[in-house]
Nanobody, 121 residues
Framework: QVQLVESGGGLVQAGGSLRLSCAAS????????MGWYRQAPGKQRELVAA???????NYADSVKGRFTISRDNAKNTVYLQMNSLKPEDTAVYYC???????????????WGKGTLVTVSS
């Protein structure tokens, strides 16, 4: 019913930048919060950044000042601008969205398949 497709991952040198995008599609009435999570091998998935429908944002301490989350409600798309990348940012990045489907009374979480970000030193 809902599909989230991430793009923009890849290999970048330390200090470089990448911009991730995630587009939601399907029979969506509205989208509440959207966010980005990441998971490195052997580690738990963690919240990187989130943004509400009203534009309020929340960031992990490790990325504050370097990453910026934004959204385009008309396109049902969320972005993550990643600057000053560090090797410890290497992970699979997953898009998350709380979507209210057409005819539904509440929202549910949906996940993308992930995109790999590798930062070399």
């Amino acid at each position: 019913q809902v599909q989230l497709v991430e793009s923009g991952g890849g290999l970048v040198q330390a200090g470089g930048s990448l911009r991730l995008s995630c587009a939601a599609s399907g029979s969506i009435f509205s989208i509440n919060a959207m966010g980005w999570y990441r998971q490195a091998p052997g580690k738990q998935r963690e919240l990187v950044a989130a943004i509400t429908s009203g534009g309020s944002t929340n960031y992990a301490d490790s990325v504050k000042g370097r990453f910026t989350i934004s959204r385009d409600n008309a396109k049902n798309t969320v972005y993550l601008q990643m600057n000053s990348l560090k090797p410890e940012d290497t992970a699979v990045y997953y898009c998350n969205a709380d979507c209210v489907l057409s005819g539904a009374a509440y929202g549910m979480d949906y996940w993308g398949k992930g995109t790999l970000v590798t930062v070399s030193s």
